[in-house]
Each structure stands twice: as structure tokens, then as C-alpha cells.
């Protein structure tokens, strides 16, 4: 069992902007915000929703409540955000990832990861932590999720030159996951330089 959240890999990819590969419990990060894996009615009952809830306290779910009651459903592209009630963190930014099976899991999976670094940056922030979105409950391949992963972050990093964003952070909970993810972070886009 991890006992604090651990730097496993690093790699400057501009002069700005670190990005960090984790091993630990994405609701002790103290980044500007995380990343919740939810799904498009933002009930989070389960899985890494289920604990950013319990630990975040009854404002998330409130709050994620209300916001699809104003905004309706959550799409791949446009996560919803929330505070982040008790947690270290200031917001919590609500990714819907693809079901494994659903179809065009890759391209879903791609632009949830791409909204939710969009949203950081138009919400202002400088650091952002992100879960491994869909790998859980959601059944999607690690293996294939992280090279999504890790190319969406590079992609966006590349187009969108004048982020606000100083650190990125992937964290992960479980070694299975630690594993897969430490494999296959040389041999994606994110690596590239700016």
C-alpha cells in the first residue's frame, strides 16, 4: 500500500510545463484541481467518483446535481466542474470517459482527457491532477488507455502553446495500473518537446 503520493517519472515538455507520472490517492493531491472519472449524470456512486465523493463530503454530489440539472448531461468533450468540498484541491473537474464496448472508446477517451485540460486552463489554473479515466469500472484496456492518454496530453500541449498550465500529473492507485503506465510513458506523444 502506498503511503504517500509518489513521483515515479518526470519529463519537462516545454519550458513551462512539467508533467509528473504518480503513484498514490488522487484525493490527496493538492494541485489547483483533479480530475474525477464520472459518468454523463455525474452520480458518483463507484469506482474513483465514489471516493473523491466520500472524501470530498456532500458538496460535491450536491453540486454535480445541480449542475446537470442547469447543464443536462455531461458529454466526453465538455467535463463539468465542481469545488472540491474537503479535499486539499480548489476544484474538482468532472471528465466522462467511454464505456469499453460502447464504440470510438479511443476518440471519447481522447477528448475527455483534452476537455479536462482545456477547462484547467480556462478556469485559470497552473497544476492539474488526472486519474487513469475509464481503466476502472469502465473497463478500458490500460494498456490502450494510457498511449490515449498520454498522446491527447502531448496534442494538446502542442496546440495550445500559451497554457496556463505549470504541472500535469497522472496519478495512479493501484501497481497494475503503476505497471502498464511506466511501460508504455517513453513511447507516446507527451514526451515530445514543445
Known amino acids: ?22 503513484q498514490g490517492d488522487i484525493t490527496e493531491e493538492a494541485t489547483d484541481a483533479i480530475v474525477n ?29 445541480a449542475w446537470v440539472r442547469e447543464h ?42 483534452a476537455g479536462s485540460l482545456r ?18 469500472i469502465f473497463g478500458f484496456p490500460r494498456e490502450r488507455a494510457a498511449s490515449v492518454i498520454f498522446r491527447a496530453m502531448g496534442d494538446y500541449f502542442l496546440q495550445n502553446p500559451s497554457s496556463g498550465l505549470k504541472q500535469a500529473r497522472l496519478v495512479l492507485f493501484d501497481q497494475a495500473s503503476v505497471d502498464v503506465f511506466l511501460e508504455v510513458w517513453p513511447k507516446y506523444g507527451v514526451l515530445r518537446t514543445c
Open 72 to 113: 443536462g448531461p455531461v458529454s466526453h468533450s465538455e467535463p463539468a466542474y465542481t469545488s472540491a468540498g474537503k479535499l486539499p484541491c480548489r476544484y474538482v473537474i468532472h471528465a466522462v470517459g467511454p464505456v469499453w464496448g460502447e464504440g470510438d472508446e479511443d476518440d471519447k477517451l481522447a477528448q475527455a482527457v
Open 37 to 65: 472519472a464520472a459518468n454523463e449524470f455525474l452520480q458518483h456512486g463507484g469506482g474513483v467518483a465514489g471516493v473523491i465523493s466520500r472524501r470530498g463530503g456532500p458538496a460535491i454530489q450536491g453540486e454535480s446535481d
Open 119 to 136: 477547462l484547467a486552463d480556462r478556469l485559470g489554473l497552473s497544476s492539474l491532477s488526472l486519474p487513469a479515466i475509464s481503466t476502472g
Open 1 to 22: 500500500m502506498v503511503l504517500m503520493n509518489t513521483v515515479l517519472a518526470e519529463k519537462q515538455i516545454s519550458s513551462a510545463l512539467g508533467l509528473q507520472l504518480v
